[in-house]
């Protein structure tokens, strides 16, 4: 058995890469604060579950809460691993692991660690593929 056996996602090659890069650049724009970047990772009308830390039916409410929740915080890393697309009817779902650092800004506080998944529903526009719907799930630590 090969180790680099593809598993077919039903999604062309570039669609993958496409999707893998929007994945990236989400956790990119957390990080380095670039609000535009964030903006064009979702559709306006995009539908956003994050659990206990709200719920968001357009793109600019979502960027404001993100924008105001990480202008308190010091630096921060958000990492995705471990993605698995599917296409699916309509567009395609992405399936990815998040684990975020949260320092404080004072770099004197603790540091944050959420730990979770995302669950994406994604479509291609004009623009290049975006995230149409997510849901957060929190890994929980004990």
């Known amino acids: 058995m090969s180790l680099h056996r593809r598993i077919d996602s039903g999604l062309s090659a570039q669609d993958e890469r496409s999707i893998n890069a929007l994945l990236i650049a989400y956790a990119t724009a957390i990080d380095t604060r670039d609000w535009a970047l964030f903006r064009s990772c979702f559709t306006a009308d995009c539908k956003t579950d994050y659990g206990e830390f709200g719920n968001w039916t357009d793109v600019s409410t979502l960027t404001d809460y993100m924008r105001e929740a990480h202008s308190r915080l010091g630096p921060t890393m958000h990492r995705i691993s471990n993605i698995?697309?599917?296409?699916?009817?309509?567009?395609?779902t992405a399936h990815c692991y998040v684990?975020?650092?949260?320092?404080?800004?004072n770099n004197d506080g603790p540091v944050h660690r959420g730990i979770g998944s995302y669950e994406d529903f994604l479509v291609r526009t004009g623009d290049g593929w975006k995230i149409a719907r997510r849901i957060f799930k929190p890994m929980i630590l004990e």
């Open 99 to 105: 684990d975020a650092l949260l320092c404080q800004m």
């Open 84 to 92: 698995q697309l599917s296409g699916a009817q309509g567009g395609a």
